[in-house]
């Protein structure tokens, strides 16, 4: 017989580590910072590797007279050229609708700056860098749209105009006390995870594909790969153990990389790695997107919302990748925390030529939640009071039935307004609004501003079949435990959480769970990791998984010993049958021998959730997260220059699976919130050619830039109410939008040039630029 | 030839492209995969190594980006990545400090900030919060918000915390003199590209003459960058750097004599000693990576517009001194720029040392920088004022700015509207209206044309402000 391993006997009931609540450390952190930790581009390629690089497009549009490729093909060291006559298999990788051809080829229209026109795959990576640049290509020009206007001015849409109404606006605008209009730019944001899209692809036999692939998304890589080589999705695997950051930005636009080297190591049956260099990674992978807001405002004379009419444009792009869900996303969010009595919410989808805009964390939500706040803002300064007044005086409450929100979905737990009364509170937010008063009196150039926002963001993937989850869970004879999921890790902790939530089911140490990338053949049909829902659903797929070994173990220990339901427990690292105790590990080879399986999947779909999309009403969110911020700021008056002095959060995220690992979510989002918000700028020049293309030119928050005064608290007591994993609520996107207390900080700062009696506009992001033109707007008109 | 120290091991390399950055050498040709590529630029961090230098006895060690460093300038350095810090096992305290303080989330970033935090304390007694940010300004995490590595960087300073390289730093030393010691010729020849990197200024001098069309190399963190996003090839380089003496800074009677090749970090403290001003303008110039490999005499020579030590050179009158072989000619920095990216540096000709004038008691020097983000960025203007007021009359004036037109240039119509006039705000009003004549600047993605002009006119403004009143500060830069 084969020889078990030996096993430590029962006995040690030293306390279980790793359990949920406890703050774990990030199951990679000490490979993280020994530099072990291993990326795609890290991997040793096997021998004989290629290394592959893409052509892109040098105009926005126009038709490809001529794509010569021959100088191409006798570079240094290239071995194999790809363009679309190559391909086998499918040609457009849209990932809900066609649009997003893998290629363009001669004779076919380019769309946007950047787009891909061939491959090649070279000896190395500077020599297929090298390569591409001997292209030669020529265009028969086409006019662009690059603006939303110009888009909107020409009804260009990637996807038909979608509304969400209640009520009847125009005649409660009518009535309404005070009525404002307006309209606001809303940045888009480039996702600049560190690791650029990298993907190693490998030949396998029966002409399958083994993909290594930086992606939150394996699943729809394995597909897309899988119809551009045309063939059976069983042939292809896709593997990523780890990400060097994601935040939307692989979700879909991992695919073409990986397809591309998948078709360049198919043609030479060798392994091909590729990996974008910054600039083209910035110029050819979609961001967040941009957006326009328009809107009509009615209040009452306290401020009350009493009718909203607001249309909403996001700048797409050239195709609707996820776009659809993404302008939904921001009407689902353009009540924010406020009922709104009458609103009536349209958005566009509007077609540029530019890049396909995609995933960004909050997936449209941000730009949905800065558009209600600036109203918030400007009523406030018509009533002439507080913005935080204002706010509360809108928060959804069960009062009069103010609980519904415009789509039909109705707030059970009102956390908001408690939350935003302790945050007051512990922020001290009204004396330090009479320093800053007093202070801006006295202060020639500088000037001091304040702002609270809150927030509440739903919970679910509005496309409901995305609300599932599987998990494959493995015990070894030695009491050790493999855990896969369908969720991938891009540095929020979704594994460290995953496997906390097993280390409990089984009462063992988390050290004794191998945390195994994630791979199509381990999990098959996954969710991509988005929608801040991968604790959520993979948690839950992970604990069935895990429970369904636990009762086979329970069930044989029932049996094997003649005990009675109920005496048998795991607890300390053991398993208690009766009298007896085992070692976790003794008691999986007892299991074992007795011919007890210890490999189970597990599966989990999110309950109570629906929409009817054509009459726009629903439950589309399992429950909502909430949270607030406070923001103070500095501005020179003279510059625009400015700086955050403090910030206080309080984030509610239920009953905290691993509060260290939330509070760096929440840290992080804020940071990153208030980027977008402020120094993040993309810049297309009107040939549509984006200019910012590189860390140099697009500056996303540096340290210094992180408030020198920065409080986060969990919001204590506060299991979520449905039965999520552990009670605990999803942490990934919400509190990115709580870096909109900083813009509406910046401008109560500019608003203070008019003793708060003017409402100055401030289009996003507030660069030094907006803001000094803020000021003198605000000035000139005072 | 080239040898340095990879951590504790002797390390040759020749017959290897001379072009190729020390990134690409650590991740293609060792396998030595903990440093990252975030950029290939030098704006991220995600690459930072450490490089060990001795002065004879004990080391200094200083965080570099490796992306834009080429491997021939190592000669004579110890090496330091990510993988030479666990010791025997055990991670080295300021990687402990990261995984206590939950200072990694993807962790691309961490191996770079982890070697930034290690430079930072080997070269410092106790952290601050403004030391921490200027220490890691380069390093650029998207996931944490950076809270937790602050609060890594200060728990790394625990006083018990053991650091192998400290014990072995005598033993480093020796090895290091050693290498400089051996008489082999530096310089990296393949693929019939070289890169020289002569011992002597003599030497740099004749190399040029010998090969008029070879490029400079100092730092390297402006010119390398046409290998990573250009991927040009350069195929004669002269290195600076090992230039005996030509990396000074010295304090005569009457100026600041910098040599070249001396870097920002080498540079600061006695810049900052006579010109307080300039604290804030090297700290925001770069990072400290790009502070501890750019020159000063790189900023010059690179004659970029945007460039920051040009307006303030200018400002303040320095001169450079320029020598061809054995000839030196001293001209003033304003007259080395003539066009766009044009010198009036002759083939063969190169920088030997900036002399900057003491400045004079009543003298005030301010300059001021304007760029979407405080740490390592560009500016979209830059002014440097440099003005003496005696009895309420302004004496002299000298104003230049950078990013306002195709040169570094000083502000004529503006100076003329000051001088022999009044210190009073109205001619401060019509000095900012005189502005608009001497520039008209661009638009671009830094800035519209419109914002680089109002707020190069509201320096003048915030500069009246600050030699007038006593308010603590008028910059948020400064605001604490
Ligand atoms: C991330 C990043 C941030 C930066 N931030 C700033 C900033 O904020 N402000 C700013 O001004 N610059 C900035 N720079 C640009 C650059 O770092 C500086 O211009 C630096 O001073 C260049 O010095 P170097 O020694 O690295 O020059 P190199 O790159 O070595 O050389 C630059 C040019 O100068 C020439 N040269 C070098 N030495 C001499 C000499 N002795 N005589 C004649 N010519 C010579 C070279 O041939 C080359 O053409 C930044 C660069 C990077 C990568
Ligand atoms: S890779 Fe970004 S600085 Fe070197
Ligand atoms: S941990 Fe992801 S970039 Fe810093």
């Keep these: 017989m084969r020889k078990l391993p030996n096993v430590a006997q029962a006995g040690d009931t030293s306390k279980v580590k790793g359990l949920p609540g406890q703050s774990q450390k990030h199951e990679s952190a000490h490979k993280h910072v020994s530099g072990e930790a291993c990326y795609v581009d890290d991997q040793i390629a096997p021998a004989n590797a290629l290394h592959a690089y893409v052509g892109l497009s040098t105009v926005a549009r126009g038709r490809v007279t001529l794509l010569d490729l021959a100088k191409v093909q006798t570079s240094e060291g290239v071995e194999a050229v790809l363009s679309l006559q190559d391909v086998p298999g499918h040609t457009d990788i849209g990932p809900v609708f066609p649009g997003d051809p893998l290629m363009v080829n001669q004779g076919q229209e380019v769309t946007f700056y950047g787009q891909v026109l061939f491959a090649v795959a070279a000896r ?40 969400q109404q209640r009520g009847d606006t125009s005649s409660a605008l009518k009535s309404a006390a005070h009525v404002l209009n307006g309209e606001m730019q809303i940045g888009g944001q480039e996702q600049m995870y560190l690791e650029g899209q990298a993907s190693l692809c490998i030949p396998t036999e029966d002409g399958g594909m083994l993909v290594h692939t930086s992606t939150q998304n394996p699943t729809e890589g394995q597909k897309l790969v899988a119809e551009v080589l045309n063939i059976p999705m069983n042939k292809v695997s896709v593997d990523i153990r780890r990400m060097g950051g994601g935040f939307g930005g692989k979700e879909t636009n991992a695919n073409q990389w990986a397809c591309i080297a998948a078709l360049l190591a198919q043609k030479t049956q060798r392994a091909v790695k590729i990996r974008l260099a910054r600039a083209d990674d910035m110029l050819a992978t979609g961001k967040r997107h941009h957006f326009l807001s328009r809107y009509d405002v009615g209040f009452s004379a306290e401020g009350r919302l009493e009718a909203l009419n607001m249309e909403l444009s996001g700048g797409c792009g050239i195709s609707p990748d996820l776009s659809d869900a993404i302008v939904d996303r921001a009407m689902f969010h353009s009540d924010n925390a406020y009922f709104l009595p009458t609103a009536k919410i349209v958005g566009h989808r509007v077609k540029t030529n530019t890049v396909s805009n995609t995933a960004f964390r909050g997936f449209g939500g941000p730009q949905g939640m800065v558009a209600i706040e600036n109203i918030i803002d400007n009523i406030s300064r018509v009533v002439g009071k507080d913005p935080l007044d204002v706010r509360k005086l809108n928060f959804y409450t069960d009062e009069d039935n103010r609980n519904t929100t415009h789509y039909g979905q109705k707030i059970e737990q009102h956390i908001v307004p408690a939350l935003v009364e302790r945050l007051e509170r512990t922020s001290n937010y009204r004396a330090r609004r009479d320093a800053i008063t007093k202070f801006n009196k006295t202060s020639p150039i500088l000037k001091k501003g304040l702002a609270l926002t809150p927030i509440k963001f739903g919970i679910s993937f509005t496309v409901q079949h995305l609300n599932q989850a599987g998990a494959l869970i493995h015990v070894y004879t030695d009491g050790s435990i493999q855990l896969n999921h369908g969720g991938t890790e891009m540095g929020q902790g979704l594994f460290t959480k995953v496997a906390q939530v097993v280390a409990s089911e089984f009462q063992v140490d988390i050290d004794t769970i191998q945390c195994m990338p994630t791979r199509t053949d381990k999990v098959p049909n996954t969710s991509p990791t988005a929608a801040s829902s991968g604790t959520d659903l993979n948690g839950m797929a992970a604990r069935d998984a895990a429970q369904k070994i636990k009762t086979r173990m329970t069930e044989f220990a029932i049996k094997h010993f003649s005990l009675k339901e109920g005496e048998v427990r795991f607890a300390n690292n053991q398993v208690f049958a009766g009298e007896r ?51 103070e700021v500095l501005i020179d008056t003279l510059t625009g220059e400015n700086k955050v002095l403090q910030v206080d959060i309080c984030q509610d995220v239920g009953q ?11 840290e992080g989002a804020f940071i990153q919130g208030m980027g977008w918000m402020t120094t993040e700028e993309l810049v297309w020049g009107e040939d549509g050619r984006l200019q910012t293309i590189n860390p140099a030119a697009y500056k996303i928050p540096a340290i210094g830039d992180t408030p020198p005064t920065f409080n986060v608290e969990l919001l204590p007591d506060s299991p979520n109410v449905e039965a999520t994993i552990f009670h605990s609520k999803a942490v990934g996107e919400p509190p990115l939008m709580l870096g909109i207390s900083v813009w509406s900080a910046l401008r109560d700062a500019v608003a203070s040039l008019a003793d708060y009696k003017l409402s100055p506009s401030l289009d996003t992001p507030a660069t030094p630029e907006r803001i000094l033109a803020a000021c003198n707007d605000v000035r000139n008109r005072s | 030839m080239i040898k340095f120290l990879l951590n504790q091991t002797e390390h040759s390399v020749s017959d290897i492209d001379p072009n190729i950055t020390l990134l690409d050498y650590l991740r293609e040709h060792l396998h030595k995969k903990g440093s990252k590529e975030g950029c290939a630029s030098g704006d991220c961090g995600a690459c930072t190594v450490v490089l060990g230098e001795s002065d004879g006895q004990t080391m200094r060690y200083k965080s570099i980006n490796s992306c834009i460093t080429l491997l021939a300038s190592l000669h004579g350095k110890q090496l330091i990545t990510v993988e030479d810090l666990k010791n025997d096992e055990q991670l080295h305290p300021v990687q402990q400090a990261m995984v206590d303080c939950h200072g990694s989330q993807c962790g691309f970033c961490t191996p770079g900030f982890v070697m ?106 402006d010119l390398s960058l046409e290998f990573t996003q250009f991927l040009r090839n350069i195929d004669v380089l002269i290195y600076t750097g090992r230039a005996e003496g030509l990396d000074t800074v010295i304090e005569t009677e009457s100026q600041i004599d910098i040599g070249s090749a001396a870097t920002y970090s080498k540079a600061k403290s006695l810049l900052v000693q006579y010109f307080p001003d300039l604290e804030e303008l090297i700290e925001r110039l770069g990072s400290r990576q790009i502070r501890n490999q750019g020159t000063i005499g790189g900023n010059v020579g690179n004659a970029s517009p945007i460039g920051d030590m040009p307006p303030v050179l200018i400002a303040l009158g320095a001169q ?161």
């Excluded at chain 2, 410092?124 to 950076?146: D, H, K, S, V």
């Excluded at chain 2, 900012?432 to 914002?451: N, T």
Aim: hydrophobic share 35%; aromatic share 10%.
């Design chain 2, 116 to 221: 930034s935090m290690f430079a930072y304390r080997k070269n410092t007694q106790t952290p601050t919060r403004e030391g921490i940010n200027e220490a890691l300004g380069g390093n650029l995490c998207r996931c944490t918000g950076y809270r937790p590595i602050v609060e890594a960087a200060v728990q790394m300073f625990e006083p018990d915390a053991k650091d192998q390289f400290t014990e072995t730093e005598s033993v480093t030393s020796k090895k290091l003199n050693q290498i400089k010691l051996s008489d082999s010729e530096v310089a990296l020849s393949a693929l019939g590209r070289t890169f020289y990197s002569p011992a002597t200024v003599t030497e740099l001098s004749s190399l040029l003459i010998n090969h008029p069309h070879a490029r400079l190399i100092a730092g390297g963190t």
């Design chain 2, 320 to 480: 450079l001194v320029l020598r061809k072989g054995d000839t030196t000619r001293t001209i003033n920095v304003a007259d080395y720029f003539l066009k766009y990216k044009v010198t009036s540096q002759q083939s063969s000709e190169f920088i030997e040392r900036i002399l900057i004038p003491k400045p004079k008691a009543q003298e005030n020097f301010r300059v001021y920088k304007i760029s979407k983000r405080m740490e390592d960025d560009i500016s979209a203007t830059c002014g440097a004022f440099n003005i003496e007021i005696e009895n309420g009359l302004v004496k002299r004036v000298a104003i230049a700015y950078g990013g306002m037109a195709e040169i570094p240039k000083r502000a004529k119509h503006c100076e003329k509207a000051l001088l022999n006039k009044d210190w009073s705000e109205h001619n401060i009003q019509v000095a900012m209206a005189e502005l608009a004549k001497d520039f008209s600047p661009i638009s671009d993605f830094r800035s519209s044309a419109e914002y680089r002009l109002l707020v190069s006119q509201n320096f003048l403004q915030r500069l009246f402000l600050e030699l007038n009143s006593s308010h603590d500060t008028l910059r948020v830069s400064q605001y604490a």
């Design chain 1, 656 to 666: 905290s699976i691993n509060p260290a690992i939330d509070i760096g979510q929440i």
């Design chain 1, 581 to 631: 105790s085992f070692s976790f590990a003794e008691f999986s080879q007892l299991a074992y021998t007795n011919r007890v399986s210890l490999s189970a999947t597990g599966y989990y779909a999110t309950p109570k959730i629906h929409y009817d999309r054509d009459k726009a009403q629903g439950r589309p969110f399992f429950y909502f997260a909430n949270g607030a911020a406070v923001s």
């Design chain 1, 124 to 163: 190395t990576h500077e020599l297929a860098r090298k390569a591409v640049k001997q292209a030669v290509v020529e265009y028969e020009v086409l006019p662009a749209d690059v603006t939303i206007e110009q888009g909107l001015e020409n009804n260009s849409f990637v996807r038909p105009s979608h509304t």
